[in-house]
């Protein structure tokens, strides 16, 4: 399985579930308010309470346990170089010394709770887009940043580059498989080698992903302008967003278990 194939982040699934007919608001909220949590953490039973929650969520939106962890691939890098920066270069009382480095306890504590919120914000992220249409999501984004039209910042323009940035996500991931595979198959290297061939390597992807990214926008741009986009004039939607007494229920909800979690 690829890594576009494990990304889950600028995904939609339909399935029409519970979670899916929510309010995109309702969603983008209680995301935002998880996440405010999420910072607050100081336990490892919090962190139990958040990963009960997502995982009711997660059977509530009728999505693939393993598909939705299996997103978290593409960014297991980062994660991996976050803990261990973290462990490594944490000042403190040493507990283990490996070489001329030197493990702290609160080097430790402080890898694990980090790369925690990393990983469970990231999870969120992509329940967040599984469950909500790019078009709702563009709508739900415009709405939330509607209050910063009265200070002169264009919330329906930031609202369509976030929706459209988190569409190329997976269509890069998609373009950077495609080009990997044609330039293994030239004899390239990247997974073989000294660190300096490997980089080399990954320079024969880069370039043309770059390129095609560029052609991929002005692609977009010609197709929307033809269309009569104008991001100056106020557009409408063919879709429509309602309150329900299920969004109103979700609020509290995630509100509640958001509060438990920054009081335990």
């Known amino acids: 399985m690829s890594l576009y194939d494990k990304l889950t982040i600028g ?117 967040l887009t599984l469950t909500t249409s790019p078009g709702k999501l563009s709508m739900g984004l415009e709405y939330m940043l509607s209050p910063l039209k009265f200070v002169g910042i264009p919330s329906a323009k930031i609202a369509l580059m976030m929706s459209l940035a988190m569409r190329f996500v997976p269509i890069l991931f998609m373009e950077a498989d495609r080009i990997m595979k044609a330039q293994k198959s030239r004899g390239a290297g990247f997974s073989r080698g000294s660190i300096a061939l490997r980089v080399r390597s990954f320079v024969s992807v880069l370039v043309p992903l770059l390129a095609g990214a560029f052609r991929r926008a002005e692609e977009l741009d010609t197709a929307m302008r033809s269309r009569g986009y104008d991001a100056d004039k106020p557009r409408t939607s063919i879709y ?18 958001a509060g438990l979690m920054v009081r335990m």
């Open 240 to 257: 429509s967003m309602k309150w329900s007494a299920c969004d109103l229920a979700a609020i509290i909800v995630t509100g509640g278990v």
């Open 11 to 127: 995904k939609y699934v339909d399935n029409d579930s519970l979670i899916n007919r929510l309010d995109p608001r309702t969603k983008i909220i209680s995301v935002i308010a998880l996440s405010m949590a999420v910072f607050s953490l100081k336990n490892l039973r919090a962190f139990l309470v958040f990963a009960v929650f997502l995982l009711i969520v997660i059977l509530l939106a009728r999505l693939p346990l393993k598909f939705v962890i299996a997103g978290l691939a593409p960014i297991s890098w980062i994660i991996f170089i976050t803990f261990v920066f973290h462990l490594f270069f944490t000042g403190g009382k040493v507990i283990l010394p490996v070489g001329y480095l030197k493990i702290t306890d609160e080097g430790l504590h402080l890898a694990l709770f980090v790369t925690l919120r990393l990983v469970f914000l990231m999870l969120a992220a992509s329940v």
